[in-house]
């Protein structure tokens, strides 16, 4: 991976299919150019080699790659700077379960299902985000701007700014008003294909969902939250992190994660399983 490729790095439904859009619509050379679910993954792939073009943006702009790897999971770290967005995990865990359940109807039959094996493809949401802006060790090798997929909810103009200046480009404040109304939620769900985009076989189902903070509050059942806070890393930073109330003592961890290469077992259990599935 060359240095000049900023890797644009989430959890699954955290953020950074929108940190695309925002960039996208930021940095095209071609104002009148229409970013959407067509075009997406050809200005910023998902991986090398599938076509990454820089030709639609202005002078400056490095090769963006989304990717949903934990730092420790990364095929290639031959870069200088990447951009990470995280989100509450209980938010993170609903609304995924939702996108699992739009690819494969019935594979898991419900969130409680999905709760107890949603790590298998990119594991534990707290080792996610420990591994990319927690260990000391990614934070001496790389340089990493984080930010939360609430503020940047929040204070999304705020947020972008920060982005270009990390990435040390010259942008004006129209520029990065016009790119956050043509990125905000009533417009990015009106475009067309989101479905072939996000491969959905559910009739109606769009890429943006509610796109809200705290939902899973109220429609994650508890199970789903203790079994999600077993993991020591997720009950961990959840609490550090500001999504958990530590003076609720029913939430209190007890058990802690399996081990390394028993998650790794298990998430291989879990890939045959979903592949095989979509196969018939």
């Given at each position: 991976?060359?240095?000049?490729?900023?890797?644009?790095?989430?959890?699954?439904?955290?953020?950074?299919?929108?940190?695309?859009?925002?960039?996208?619509?930021?940095?095209?050379?071609?104002?009148?150019?229409?970013?959407?679910?067509?075009?997406?993954?050809?200005?910023m792939p998902t991986s090398l080699g599938r076509g990454e073009?820089?030709?639609?943006?202005?002078?400056?702009?490095?090769?963006?790659?989304?990717?949903?790897?934990?730092?420790?999971?990364?095929?290639?770290?031959?870069?200088?700077?990447?951009?990470?967005?995280?989100?509450d995990g209980f938010d993170a865990l609903y609304s995924y379960?939702?996108?699992?359940?739009?690819?494969?109807?019935?594979?898991?039959?419900?969130?409680?299902?999905?709760?107890?094996?949603?790590?298998?493809?990119?594991?534990?949401?707290?080792?996610?985000?420990?591994?990319?802006?927690?260990?000391?060790?990614?934070?001496?090798?790389?340089?990493?701007?984080?930010?939360?997929?609430?503020?940047?909810?929040?204070?999304?103009?705020?947020?972008?700014?920060?982005?270009?200046?990390?990435?040390?480009?010259?942008?004006?404040?129209?520029?990065?008003?016009?790119?956050?109304?043509?990125?905000?939620?009533?417009n990015m769900k009106k475009m067309s294909g989101s479905k072939?985009?996000?491969?959905?076989?559910?009739?109606?189902?769009?890429?943006?969902?509610?796109?809200?903070?705290?939902?899973?509050?109220?429609?994650?059942?508890?199970?789903?939250?203790?079994?999600?806070?077993?993991?020591?890393?997720?009950?961990?930073?959840?609490?550090?992190?500001?999504?958990?109330?530590?003076?609720?003592?029913?939430?209190?961890?007890?058990?802690?994660?399996?081990?390394?290469?028993?998650?790794?077992?298990?998430?291989?259990?879990?890939?045959?399983?979903?592949?095989?599935?979509?196969?018939?």
């Amino acid at each position: 991976m060359s240095k000049d490729v900023v890797p644009i790095v989430s959890f699954p439904k955290s953020g950074n299919t929108w940190v695309r859009f925002l960039l996208a619509n930021l940095l095209k050379k071609d104002q009148d150019l229409a970013v959407d679910f067509e075009n997406i993954n050809h200005m910023m792939p998902t991986s090398l080699g599938r076509g990454e073009s820089v030709e639609h943006f202005i002078e400056g702009t490095p090769l963006f790659v989304k990717s949903h790897s934990s730092y420790y999971d990364m095929l290639y770290r031959d870069f200088d700077k990447a951009i990470y967005i995280y989100r509450d995990g209980f938010d993170a865990l609903y609304s995924y379960w939702h996108f699992t359940d739009a690819q494969s109807p019935g594979l898991y039959p419900n969130v409680e299902v999905f709760s107890k094996c949603y790590w298998s493809y990119c594991g534990h949401w707290g080792r996610h985000l420990y591994s990319w802006i927690v260990d000391e060790k990614t934070k001496k090798s790389h340089k990493v701007l984080a930010f939360s997929y609430e503020r940047l909810m929040g204070e999304t103009t705020a947020v972008l700014r920060e982005v270009a200046d990390f990435l040390c480009i010259d942008v004006s404040e129209e520029r990065i008003a016009r790119a956050v109304q043509l990125s905000d939620k009533k417009n990015m769900k009106k475009m067309s294909g989101s479905k072939d985009f996000m491969k959905s076989r559910k009739k109606g189902f769009h890429f943006v969902r509610s796109a809200n903070k705290g939902e899973a509050k109220e429609m994650l059942p508890e199970s789903c939250k203790r079994k999600f806070l077993n993991n020591s890393l997720n009950y961990e930073l959840m609490t550090k992190f500001g999504y958990l109330d530590v003076s609720n003592q029913s939430y209190r961890n007890k058990k802690g994660g399996g081990t390394p290469i028993f998650d790794r077992i298990l998430r291989r259990f879990y890939n045959v399983k979903f592949r095989l599935y979509r196969f018939f």
